[in-house]
């Protein structure tokens, strides 16, 4: 057995119901079909084994496959229209919403061989809606009528050959059709008499359950006290349920003496007058108290009249009672008259009346005006059955006059003297009035008395809010709202779930709504039989009403069994509780569906509150639900859910967005889709979709990334702006870098011609001048030659590949030895070191570090340069370092930047450009670099390669 403390299972008996229900239908003896509302393909999703079986299929080729694919008409058959009237039908249920009963029709089935076979069938069309009116599914039933028509065509034949046969036929059947008008007129008052029976069968079961309930609900609690004993409120409750249901099974049992004749009464001359106003007294109390005033004129009589007192006090109780409970303001009335030779007793109300097609069945069994406005919906449905038949056992009649919205008069007529009772049940002696009345008077106030309007009041305390640590906001214990039109019922539920929520009351459902709209409640707890709405009536104005469409509600019904509790949970209800129940087994259902309902109210918060746009969408193209980041679109939340949501995508971009709807219809999520979207001001924006398709419903989020799109759009327009400036600025660097040297290699020429050949005229002050000269005009030449290199390292294009650093540290520094091999370098190069990047600009880049280790370490006697690598924060660090002349570091930050030195060129020649190259290889390669050294003491140089995945 389940712990009633556990949260319920809810999934699990979902899925096992489903199953179940899938189970039962594939055993239906009927030829039925369910499709898909997805025209035009009609998707099947079930059939029964009996339509598998007339079709010579299996559920494996019939199943998710389009309906007219597996069902084609007969290609033999040029004439065929089964596939065309069939579409047709489908069509217009889903026009209509409604059935479709096609006429019988010609449709060839595909045999097991093959071959077509000839097959005559009578469809009908059913659409299954949902609660909100939108077709889930569409029943295809048909009917094999082959044999019928094809013997029809053979009767054709033989129809000259019966004439004689059919005139005796006719006679027969006349006769027939006779005796089966009587037969149908016999079986429509049977069932009749059927319905009212199983109508008063649930009123009566309600009536048990409900005092049950709160007979048991008490007893138990008491017995899990330590004193194990009943007292206070409790006690006095149990005792008046006692009382409502030994009153019931008395009116039961009256009944069915009533209907047996073995009901024991006993008749004696009684002053009808003064017993029947002693009777309306006792009923003053429970009338007057919801102002309404009582008016009892009692006239005396001239005789007594035979009646039995306990018969006749059971008569004028449900008369006032009826009346109290149909009549909500104005007067109830008694009065007693002399009529020649009867007496008449009427009790009059000014209520809701009766309807006039009403009027001939209110004193039949079982029978209750449907839709009636009342005080209450507890009631048999005998009341007034029992009233006719006491009256009757009494020689008497009663009738009734009604007028809707003005009242009611119910008379009751008794004739004069004995003649025309049983001799035997009559006793004789003196007149009584009330020695013996008001003997069951106290059943019937006591129940009045709780019903609406009643003395305890309708809310009751609110729980204390839920304590909190320290620092912590405290919250509110979550509000329950329980509806019943029974006040004893009412206060039991709401003292069991008090001391947990805070608790509100109503007595039907119509104050129920009202106060769910007005204030809406973490959960509804509500009885389903009540007057004016009922809980079913109360649970589709709940889910039809945006605000309270998800606030989760459980039922209470005294009808017991699976198919009450699937009615109920097909309505809507979140849950079916039945009476009798146990305390504990109703807290642990409300405290599961509290629960489930405040995390869906997390997560509605967040659907509210996203920035993003939120949806949820059907394959149809429809939205179903948006969240209010939609605004941002201009449109209202009804003009987009009235339209498919394709209409408001851009022209350019309905293909794709057609094509991925595809996708998703097969099951495959988007994880970014974009399109643009008219907004109502007619501008478009961008937005980025990520979708999860689900039992064909979709689940979206957009973000709208037109800010992006319009920047991304921006930049491209800024980098063709810069990539064409670069085009032309390197056009201008070669032109400028073109003029410039020429004129540098004249003055370079001309000045070593001097030199070489006017040597001799010249004294030494003369050749140191032009020596001057060649040097300024090789170091310009050479500057050029950095910062052409710089542009190119800038601006050229990436090519990525598999690079040996150590290789090309020893080619640079190679080449570096050739160039002076007068110069001893004690040169250390790790093997091995390998990454990806450009080759041509890393060789650069290894030719401007290397270069710079071997001009610093010029006056070492001892020089000494290494190439490495270090581990680093997840990628290796290389180094290049050298004991030259080091650098002051707190000049550091000017290394890298172009034309700056912190040498002197009388110390060490240079232009200043080379670390800045070093710097724009190494962050085109994702990389870092950096400079650590100290003056005589060396320096070194270490960059990272590929920090950020990528290259540029």
Known sequence: MRDVDEPLAVSEADEAFVRDLRLLFEASPDVLLVLLPDAPRYTMVAATNTRLAATHTTREQT??????????????????????????????????????????????????????????????????????GEILYILHRVEDVTELVQATQLGEELRGKTH????????????LAAANDELRRANARLGEFDAAKTAFYSNVSHEFRTPLTLLLGPI????????????????????????????????????????????????????????????????????????????????????????????WEKVVLNLLSNALKFTFEGTIGVSVRWRDDHVEIAVRDTGTGIPEQELPHIFERFHRVVGARSRTHEGSGIGLALVHDLVRLHGGAVRVTSQP??????????????????????????????????????????????????????????????AAPSGFITRAPARVLVVDDNADLRDYIAGILSPHYAVETADDGLAALDAARRCQPALILSDVMMPNLDGFGLLRALRSDPKTHDVPVILL??????????????????????????????????????????????????????LDMMCIADLDGYFKRISPAFDVLGYSREELLSRPFIDFVHPDDKAATSAELERLARGISSLRFEARYRCKDGTYRWLAWTTAPESGTLYSVARDVTEIKQTQEALARARDVAEEANRELEAFSYSVAHDLRAPLRSIDGFSQALLEDYAASLDAEGRKYLSFVREAAQQMAQLIDDLLALSRVTRSELRDGEVNLSELARSALARLQRS???????VVIQDGLTSHGDSRLLAVMFDNLLGNAWKFTGKREEARIEFGAAAGDGHPVYFVRDNGAGFDAAYVSKLFGVFQRLHSAAEFEGTGVGLATVRRVVSRHKGRVWAEGAIDRGATFSFTLHERDRLE
């Open 820 to 826: 002076h091999p007068d110069r001893r370098v004690d």
């Open 220 to 311: 138990e609690d008491a017995l899990a006290s330590p004193e194990q004993a009943l007292s206070g409120e409790a006690l006095k409750l149990t005792h008046r349920n006692a009382l409502r249901l030994t009153r019931l099974v008395n009116s039961l049992l009256d009944f069915s003496q009533i209907e047996a004749g073995r009901i024991q009464a006993s008749y004696q001359p009684t002053d009808v007058s003064a017993l029947t106003a002693y009777l309306a007294s006792a009923f003053r109390s429970a009338i007057e108290r919801t102002g309404i005033r009582l008016e009892v004129d009692c006239e005396s009589l001239p005789e007594p009249v035979f009646i039995d007192h306990d018969l």
């Open 164 to 175: 004689a046969m059919e005139r005796e036929v006719i006679k027969r059947s006349q006769e």
């Open 557 to 610: 019904s005294a009808r017991a069994g699976e198919e009450a509790t699937i009615e109920g949970l097909e309505g809507g209800a979140d849950d079916y509780l039945v009476k009798p129940f146990a305390a504990r087994e109703l807290l642990a259902r409300v405290r599961t569906h509290v629960e489930l309902a405040r995390q869906r109210a997390v997560l509605e918060r967040f659907f509210t509150l996203s």
């Open 405 to 466: 919205g003005v009242g009611s008069t119910f008379t009751v007529s008794l004739p004069r003297g004995s003649g025309h009772l049983p001799p035997e049940r009559i006793k004789t002696g003196g007149s009584s009035s009330t020695s013996r009345g008001g003997r069951v008077a106290p059943f019937f106030v006591e129940e009045a008395l709780r019903w609406r309007g009643g003395s305890k009041p309708a809310v009751a305390e609110p729980a204390a809010a839920i």
């Open 63 to 132: 199943h998710g496959r389009p309906l007219f694919e597996v069902f084609p008409d007969n290609p033999d058959d040029p004439d065929a229209t089964g596939t065309s009237n069939l579409r047709a039908s489908l069509e217009r249920v889903l026009a209509t919403r409604g059935p479709d009963t096609m006429a019988v029709q010609r449709y060839d089935i595909r045999g097991p061989d093959g071959t077509f076979e000839t097959k005559y069938w009578s469809p009908k069309n059913i659409p299954v809606l949902s609660p909100s």
